[in-house]
Structure formats: C-alpha cells, structure tokens
C-alpha cells in the first residue's frame, strides 16, 4: 500500500485529543456489550494479521465486517481500511478512557466545592478556583466527546455496526481500563526487503520486470534521513528513475515511522511511570487522612492529579498505539505480526528483538 507521509500525519492526528482535566468516575454504569460478529476463522490460523497485535476482538470484529460490507471497487483499498479502522478504534478508546478520567476528575471537584461552601473561611478563595476547574472540565468532555463521536461514526458507517453495540464492546474494555498496546517488541530496524510489500514499489517494480524483494537489502533505521547514516544508494538500483525514487520514498517514510515510534514508546513509558507515582501518592494521602493527618480537601487534590496522570498515560499510550499503526502503513500493512516468537532468518535485521517480524 502507498501511504505518504500527509497519511502517516492523519494517522498520528486521528488521535488529538483534549488533555485539559482529568479523572474516571466511580459510579460511572459500564454496559456489558452484546456479542460482536465473530471473527473470521483466517484471523485465527496461520499467518497473524498485523491487527491482531493489538489482542482485541472487537477491532477483529470491526474489520471483518468492513470486510464483508465491501463492493468489489473497494477491495482494491482493504488495506488502507484496516488502517482507518485500527487508527478510529484506537483513538474511540482512547477518548472514552479519558472522559471517564474527566468525570471522576469533575466529581472529586464537586465533592470540594462541598466541603469548601461548608467552612469557607478555612479556603478563603479556593473556591473560585474550584469553580473555574469545574468550567475546564465541562469544556474539556464537550471536546473530547465531539472528538469521540467522529470516530463513533466512522466506524459505524465503514463497519456496518449499530451505534448502540459499537458503544457497549467498547464499554467493556474500558471497564477492564485496557489501553490499546501493540504487543510487539520496539524495532531498532526492519528488513529494507518489507518494501516489497508496498504498493507503490510493486507498481514501479512491474513497469519495469523487476522482483523488488531480490533487490532490497539491508535494513531500514531511524537514523537515515536524519543526518547521521550516508543516504541508501537507491540510485544504483535497476528501473531509473522511476523505481530508485520510489524506494527512496518508502526508505524515508519507514524512517520517519520508527522515529515517531521510539518516541512515542519513550513518552508513554514515562506517563506510565509518573501515574504508578502518582497512585502510590494517593494511596499514602488515603492513609493519612484515614488516621486524621490529612482534610478530606487536601486528599481529593491528590485523587485529581491522579486522574490528570491516568488522563496523560492513556493519551500516550494511543499515540503509542498510533505510532504502531504508521509503522504498518509506511511498511505496506501486508505485514503480518508473529508475536513472541522466534525471529526467522530473513528477519535477522530486527536485531534478534521478535515482535514485529515480516513474512516472505
């Protein structure tokens, strides 16, 4: 599949989400979901799909029924489906983690202005503030829901599911709090000869009578583009201009995916550690205040800063996630995924770390 860098941008925005307030709600009513279709038995046996990484039956669901809802005209853009439709669900958990996040943020404010009304002269203009936090939050679910509900849409529109199903798979996973993780070990490099799945290079490959997948050696870094490595020399491949170019492109594209993607799993493993911070904070000022050493004012201060770290970690993690997503894409998103295996010889280029590992 050709995929530009324009689509790798849209993918990493599929996922722009308010990060004003915070917090889950504690009485917020998690609807079990009503049995999604079942998936394909393909997407059981043999070669894993990409997808399949991510260990969510209800993105399996959503894609095969994008599957079966397709004219024969649109089979030719499957691939690029799977990618809309991961991206869209991603981001439509994401977002509805962070609203329960917000809510249980705006409960825990509610609570203080409260026991602030009850004994202002102790708070003196705190409740001000509490006001105006109470307006950031409200503002901020408005966005993120308006945000949620164009990702709802899309994938009910492309997957043919009610609205009411859609909402309640979902709601099953964010009762579990289960951010989407890509289960797959974080590249260093990949096979220079996973370009051969690409669209565009078949394309360029064919105008000319050439195998691509015999010609592309070597491995693919975050470094190249970036000033650090000599460029590939593309120019010495066979089908000038045309094909060189159009490796060029995809070398460059894969690059630019395994930076974003090493950044992003640098930025997600440190939201990760600051909210297990931020819990084991909360649960001393629980404690304290259980023995009389902390007001009950000072421990929902505590509980909101929680929630604003919940609220971070599961937007780095979908950007994680995301970033997972454009690596697949600039690759050709034929690709399947072996996940915890052994490396097989012609992925040696992976550096001996299995996890995303191409099938030849």
Not at 155 to 170: F, K, M, T
Not at 239 to 247: D, E, I, K, T
Not at 265 to 291: G, I, L, P, V
Request: aromatic residues 4%.
């Amino acid at each position: 599949m050709m995929v530009s860098r324009s689509m790798v941008a849209m993918l990493v925005g599929a996922l722009g989400i308010a990060c004003a307030g915070s917090g889950v709600s504690a009485s917020h009513a998690m609807a079990r979901h009503e049995a999604m279709p079942e998936a394909a038995p393909a997407l059981r046996s043999g070669a894993r799909p990409w997808w399949s990484a991510f260990g969510s039956e209800t993105l399996n669901a959503l894609i095969v029924d994008a599957g079966r809802g397709a004219t024969a005209s649109s089979d030719l853009d499957a691939p690029a489906a799977e990618i809309g439709i991961s991206a869209a669900y991603v981001a439509l958990v994401v977002q509805t983690l962070q609203l329960t996040y917000i809510e249980s943020a705006l409960t825990a404010v509610r609570r203080q202005s409260q026991l602030v009304a009850a004994s202002p002269a102790l708070h003196d203009d705190f409740a001000r503030e509490l006001k105006r936090r109470e307006a950031g939050a409200a503002a901020a679910v408005k966005k993120v829901e308006a945000q949620r509900q164009t990702n709802l849409a899309f994938l009910v529109a492309r997957c043919g599911l009610s609205e009411e199903a859609l909402n309640q798979a979902i709601a099953d996973e964010v009762a579990q709090r289960r951010l989407p993780r890509f289960a797959a070990s974080l590249p260093q490099a990949v096979p220079t000869a996973l370009l051969a799945n690409r669209d565009d290079i078949q394309l360029a490959a064919s105008l000319y009578g050439i195998e691509p997948r015999a010609l592309l050696a070597g491995t693919i870094d975050a470094t190249e583009d970036a000033g650090e490595n000599d460029p590939p020399a593309d120019a010495d491949l066979p089908g000038a201009p045309l094909f060189p170019q159009v490796v060029a492109q995809g070398r460059a594209e894969v690059a630019e995916a395994l930076r974003r993607l090493q950044a992003s799993n640098h930025m997600a493993a440190d939201a990760t550690r600051r909210t297990h911070e931020a819990k084991d904070e909360f649960e001393r000022s629980k404690a304290q205040m259980s023995r009389g050493e902390m007001s009950e004012v000072r421990m929902l201060e505590d509980f909101q800063g929680l929630m604003l770290d919940q609220q971070r970690m599961a937007a780095a993690n979908g950007e994680l996630a995301i970033a997972w997503i454009a690596l697949v894409a600039s690759l050709g998103s034929r690709t399947p995924v072996l996940l915890r295996g052994s490396p097989v010889p012609e992925a040696t280029a992976f550096r001996a770390r299995p996890g995303l590992v191409g099938s030849f």
